[in-house]
């Protein structure tokens, strides 16, 4: 070999090393960006996921509450219903009948007021069947003056 052939052996040789030493650095670099990135990763990842928990606590809470105002409104309301049904029972004036089975007028003033059959016949102490039968006449009397 000549000097020429040895200087770019040598060359070749010291080309391939810088390369090497290259790829070492840049894997040596790459490893230890990512180490320090999935460290960052994984703190953002813990603080993203404690951020969630504690969001979701304060909705979880903001729902219960609202749960407990709607629940309260609804035993409000039901509650004045309740009030408002019972003194429309109370408020119901009957005619004076000592035979329940001979007071349509009764049936009428009740069924005009919107009471259904079962409600009529329990409030006159009446058979349900005689409640629907005078409800038909009363239709059928409604009919009739048409």
């Known amino acids: 070999m000549d ?3 040895l ?3 040598l060359l070749v040789f010291s080309a391939l090393l810088n390369a090497g030493a290259v790829v070492f650095f840049i ?3 790459k490893e230890r960006v990512s180490d320090v990135n999935s460290e960052e990763l994984l703190i953002s990842i ?3 996921v404690n951020n969630i928990e ?3 606590d304060e909705l979880f809470q903001n729902m219960m509450d609202y749960i407990k105002v709607k629940e309260s409104d609804f035993e409000q309301r039901l509650a004045l219903l309740e009030e408002k049904q019972n003194f429309q ?3 119901i004036v009957l005619p004076q009948a000592t035979d329940p089975a001979k007071s349509p007028e009764g049936v009428e003033t009740l069924y005009k007021q919107g009471f259904s059959a079962k ?3 329990k409030v006159l102490g009446m058979e349900n069947g ?3 039968l005078a409800i038909n006449m009363l239709n059928k009397k409604k009919s009739y003056h048409k």
């Open 54 to 56: 504690k969001k979701n």
């Open 7 to 9: 200087l770019i052996a």
């Open 46 to 48: 813990e603080e993203f």
């Open 27 to 29: 894997k040596w670099n």
């Open 130 to 132: 005689e409640v629907e």
């Open 3 to 5: 000097v020429n052939g």
């Open 89 to 91: 029972i109370e408020e």
């Open 119 to 121: 409600q009529i016949a």
